[in-house]
């Protein structure tokens, strides 16, 4: 920021004066809550969160310094409005993935398909996308997030939500857009999973995941096919059919 652009020093202590009124008035608006959801304590506690962030801001642009505060970001979901008995809910699941091992997603697809007597003959564990046609289809969703690196996936950031509803839905009614008419306000409760809530990155899987590769990076493919052997054999029945898991599709 140039210094034309940067905030005064009585700017920075304008703001500093907002948090500390702010503060005050959310302190006063606790002493009289009436309730758990009282919408006084809900307003001053927004003032108070809008003063900090401003304070910050400016004391960063102007000082290069930072406060101790954080401030709940907009993405935080609102008051629960929803039943306080509620007859039915949905479950809404969001898990990432990175296609990190193709040949190897693509290897576990052609054991899948070969163990499979009724599989079309047309080859679809060739190309990723087939690959994973065939495994989402093979595979309970659980059962690929507790195996993913076994698949060649790498997990990235996921999420559950819990959502209260009035009545149990009609079949069929949502499956053309399952994801939408999400209301926030109906989240009983969401469990998420993501890098950045680590709090320190452990550079030894890195150096862990790393062994056994050749001088050019790629795993030895003699390796990879011993290894998915092993795997698909702990997935067959006894009858040689690909195994499942037990709930229902």
């Known amino acids: 920021m140039s210094d034309a652009a940067q905030p005064t020093a009585a700017e920075v202590r304008a703001a500093a004066e907002a948090v500390k009124t702010a503060l005050d008035r959310h302190l006063a608006a606790v002493e009289r809550r009436s309730g758990e959801e009282d919408p006084a304590v809900y307003d001053a506690f927004n003032e ?14 102007r000082y290069d310094e930072v406060t101790p505060f954080e401030i709940p970001g907009e993405d935080t979901l609102p008051p629960y409005t929803g039943p306080e008995e509620p007859s039915a809910l949905s479950v809404l699941i969001r898990r990432d993935y990175a296609v990190a091992e193709p040949q190897r997603l693509m290897a576990q697809a052609r054991r899948v398909e070969a163990a499979d007597e009724d599989a079309p003959g047309a080859g679809a564990s060739g190309t990723v996308h087939g690959a994973l046609g065939l495994l989402f289809g093979e595979f309970e969703p659980d ?3 507790s195996r993913h690196k076994e698949f ?10 819990v959502t209260a509803a009035d009545e149990s839905a009609e079949p069929g009614e949502w499956l053309e857009a399952p994801f939408e008419e999400v209301d926030p306000e109906r989240v009983v409760c969401r469990f998420d999973v993501s890098a950045v809530f680590d709090e320190e990155f452990d550079d030894g899987d890195e150096e862990d995941e790393g062994e056994g590769e050749g001088e050019d990076g790629e795993a030895d493919l003699a390796d990879l096919d011993e290894d ?3 795997d698909l054999d702990r997935d067959l029945d006894e009858d040689g059919e690909p195994a499942r898991l037990e709930a229902d599709r």
């Open 152 to 161: 060649g996936l790498e997990e990235g950031d996921s999420t559950l939500w």
């Open 48 to 61: 108070l969160a809008a003063a900090a962030e401003a304070y910050d801001e400016l004391l960063y642009d």
């Open 228 to 230: 998915l052997d092993t």
């Open 143 to 145: 059962e690929i997030a």
